[in-house]
Antibody
Framework: QVQLQESGPGLVKPSETLSLTCTVSGGSISSYYWSWIRQPAGKGLEWIGRIYTSGSTNYNPSLKSRVTMSVDTSKNQFSLKLSSVTAADTAVYYC???????????????WGQGTLVTVSS | SYELTQPPSVSVSPGQTARITCSGD??????AYWYQQKPGQAPVLVIY???ERPSGIPERFSGSSSGTTVTLTISGVQAEDEADYYC?????????????FGGGTKLTVL
């Protein structure tokens, strides 16, 4: 059973960089796309972006200028960095797996439990 | 930009049928997916490729597509089905990909 676990600071100061890591267990990280998705309290889901195990990425255009994703296949981990954060970036951040590498099939079958990141001084 | 529109809320009595719609101009060309999210939990995939049901998802969950609208149908609604439901689709071409979620629909079981 594949499991995903987000980790990282729960509190980030405004203007600083949010950094999160997702550790994949119960299966290999290789040959899949991996995404980050966030959800502000009481609001809907927002896709942040995705990374393939080769390192190729796609980012949400609304966040692209501030997002960097990376992958470490030796550790079965992938990471998110979001720069210049504001209070609007306060949310539960989820990591998730896409089960298909077919371009027309982008969806998520395994999700982490989510981690709350609060942006505040 | 690509958008998906869902009703904010749907209410049904136990045993009735709930229908949650999701509209988007690109849906005739792109598959839709549905997720169930209960409070404090991560979303769970309940329908993929418009109408396919993942293993472990009860048969009362079904999906359909017609033009620019996809519909999640829950037949014989149970109290445990009370949750937020999100549709999702994606625009992808070559190396480009963009994932979009609907705003979510809160299903209330009366």
């Amino acid at each position: 059973q594949v499991q995903l676990q987000e980790s990282g600071p729960g509190l980030v100061k405004p203007s600083e960089t949010l950094s999160l890591t997702c550790t994949v267990s119960g299966g290999s990280i290789s040959s899949y796309y991996w995404s980050w998705i966030r959800q502000p309290a009481g609001k809907g889901l927002e896709w942040i972006g995705r990374i393939y195990t080769s390192g190729s990425t796609n980012y949400n255009p609304s966040l692209k200028s501030r997002v960097t994703m990376s992958v470490d296949t030796s550790k079965n981990q992938f990471s998110l960095k979001l720069s210049s954060v504001t209070a609007a970036d306060t949310a539960v951040y989820y990591c998730a797996r896409e089960p298909s590498s077919i371009a027309a099939l982008i969806y998520f079958d395994y999700w982490g439990q989510g981690t709350l990141v609060t942006v505040s001084s | 930009s690509y958008e998906l529109t869902q009703p904010p809320s749907v209410s049904v009595s136990p045993g009735q049928t709930a229908r949650i719609t999701c509209s988007g101009d690109a849906l005739p060309k792109q598959y839709a997916y549905w997720y169930q999210q209960k409070p404090g939990q991560a979303p769970v995939l309940v329908i993929y490729k418009d109408s396919e049901r993942p293993s472990g998802i009860p048969e009362r969950f079904s999906g359909s597509s017609s033009g620019t609208t996809v519909t999640l149908t829950i037949s014989g609604v149970q109290a445990e089905d009370e949750a937020d439901y999100y549709c999702q689709s994606a625009d992808s071409s070559g190396t480009y990909a963009h994932v979009v979620f609907g705003g979510g629909t809160k299903l209330t079981v009366l």
